[in-house]
């Protein structure tokens, strides 16, 4: 059973529009997610997080919302750039992060000229 | 953040064989986590493992099949033994660097293929 959702395989965007990416969790337990963007043949590269005592989290081009009672959560990136093509994984954890990580089957994002 | 490096970047392996994934961290760290990507999944967490003491495995990964080793704290390797087709994954070691950082920084990977 899948506990980290991304129902989105992909997504189109064109350049200098927001792109966003969300994800869907059901454990209760977990209390701090992540974002990860992924080239291929590279290893996951850290974006952003947010702990479950905030419902958002902004660094720069990329904002992390959290709605707890949804389960939900989604990534804001504005504007878009070329170089934001890639996979990005939505990721959760318990015990405030110190647990390994549960992650979803991740979207990938081409942004368009 | 934290430098962490992999060796080796791929390899191919014949059946039946064993694979030794190194993964060096350039800095001290507590908590290292071993993961597996097949092919067209997700990230699935191995293994997690702590200087001192034995790596602890998650449902579904056995330590005679993904044995750990974690001699210092910046240095673990994981070994895929009795290899089968099935096992052909990118295996990707992470670290958490603790403290008020919770993120974890992962390794660029070890593509294993097995014939």
């Known amino acids: 059973d899948q506990q980290v959702k991304q129902n989105s395989p992909s997504l189109s965007v064109q350049e200098g529009r927001i792109s966003i990416l969300n994800c869907d969790y059901t454990n209760s337990m977990f209390d701090y997610f992540l974002w990860y963007k992924k080239y291929p043949a590279e290893g996951p590269t850290f974006l952003i997080s947010i702990s479950s005592i905030k419902d958002k989290n902004e660094d720069g081009r990329f904002t992390v919302f959290l709605n707890k009672s949804a389960k939900h959560l989604s990534l804001h990136i504005v504007p878009s750039q070329p170089g934001d093509s890639a996979v990005y994984f939505c990721?959760?954890?318990?015990?405030?992060?110190?647990?390994?990580?549960?992650f979803g089957k991740g979207t990938h994002l081409i942004i368009q000229p | 953040s934290a430098v962490i490096s992999q060796k080796p970047s791929r390899d191919i392996c014949q059946r039946g064989t064993s694979l030794t994934i190194q993964c060096q961290v350039d800095s001290q760290v507590t908590m290292m986590f071993w993961y597996r990507q097949q092919p067209g999944q997700s990230l699935t967490l191995i293994a997690t493992?702590?200087?001192?003491?034995?790596?602890?495995?998650e449902s579904g990964f056995v330590i005679d099949k993904f044995p750990i080793s974690r001699p210092n704290l910046t240095f673990s390797t994981l070994t895929v033994s009795n290899l089968s087709p099935e096992d052909s994954s990118i295996y990707l070691c992470s670290v958490r660097t603790g403290g008020s950082f919770n993120e974890q920084f992962f390794g660029p990977g070890t593509r294993l293929t097995v014939l």
């Open positions: 493992a702590n200087q001192g003491s034995e790596a602890t495995y």
């Open positions: 990721a959760a954890s318990a015990g405030g992060g110190a647990d390994g990580l549960t």
